[in-house]
C-alpha cells in the first residue's frame, strides 16, 4: 500500500508527496501535529494537515526569515521576539548571532515544541540555547502587554486561519509596533501572492500592517513545497529601510554560511514582480 500526503493549493491544484513512513500524530489542544518521512525531502512537519516544513527546504523560509533583518539591523540586535516557529528553525538561525543576548520563544502549542525536539532535531538544535525563553501563550495575548521592549520580531506564523488567525490583524501588528524599540523590525511570513485565495490573505495582512508602520515592504524566496512556490515576507520598521540600511560588508564579514541568503539576493529579493506590485498598490492607496 502506498501512502501519499496531499495539500491542495487551490480548489484543482495540489502537492502530492509520496509518504515511506508516518512517525508520528497527535491531536493536540490546539491542531492536529503529523511527521512523515519521504525520499524527496526528508522528514516534514504538517499542522492540521498544512504543510509547515520539510528538512530539504526549511533553510530557505528561516534564513530570510532571520538574516534579512540582521543583516540590516547588525549589532544593535540585543533582545529578539518570535512567535510562533516552535520548530525551532528561526531560533536555530538567530543563535548564530552571539551579540544577541536573549530570545523570547512565544508558542502556543507547546505539544509542537516537543514533537519537532524529538523529530526534527537539525531544525530544533537551539531551543536549549541559554539564551532561548521558550513561552507557551498566546502570541496575540502576550503582545498586548509589551511595550519598548524588542529589536526584532519575527513573526513565524502558521497560516492566517485556526490557531495563527489572530497573528494577521491590525490590533495584533498596532501591538507589536507598540513593543519594538524606535529603531525595531517586524518581519512576518505573508503568504504566496499567486493563488487567489493566497494572494487575498496577503493583500489583507499588508493593508493591516501599512495602518501600523511608517515603512513597510515585502520581499520574497522561492520555497518548493509551499504553494505556488513563491513566497513573501514582510519587512516593517519605523523607518528602518531594507535596502538602504543593509550593511553588506558588516554581515559579510561574519562570515555566516547559509545555503540561500546572500546579500547581493538580500537586495534583489524586495524587487517584485509587477503582478504582486499591482496586488499590493490595490491596499495602499
Known sequence: MQ??????HAP???????????????QSDFQRIDVFECEE??????????????ERDEFIYHEMMVHVPLAVLGETVRKVLVIGGGDGGCVRELCRYPHIEHIDLVEIDERVVAVCREYL??????????????????????IRRIEDEYDLIIIDSTDPFGPG???FTMEFYGNCYKALRAHGVL??????????????????AHRNIVHSFELSRLFQAHIPTYPSGHW?????????HPVRDLK????????????????NLHNGAFYLPNYVQRLLEKVEE
Open 187 to 204: 518581519v512576518n511570513q505573508h503568504e504566496s501572492p499567486f493563488y487567489k485565495g493566497d494572494a487575498l490573505a496577503c493583500q489583507r
Open 3 to 8: 501512502l501519499t500526503f496531499t495539500e491542495m
Open 41 to 54: 525531502f526528508g522528514r516534514f512537519l504538517t499542522l492540521d494537515g498544512y504543510m509547515m516544513l520539510t
Open 121 to 142: 532535531p537539525t531544525v530544533a538544535c537551539s531551543l536549549d540555547d541559554p539564551r532561548v525563553h521558550i513561552l507557551y501563550q498566546d502570541g496575540l495575548k502576550y
Open 165 to 167: 488567525e489572530g497573528l
Open 12 to 26: 484543482t491544484v495540489g502537492l502530492a508527496i509520496q509518504v515511506d513512513r508516518q512517525l508520528y500524530t497527535e
Open 248 to 263: 553588506a560588508d558588516d554581515w559579510n564579514a561574519r562570515g555566516i554560511e547559509t545555503r540561500y541568503y546572500n546579500t
Open 232 to 240: 513573501l515576507f514582510g519587512f516593517s520598521s519605523r523607518g528602518v
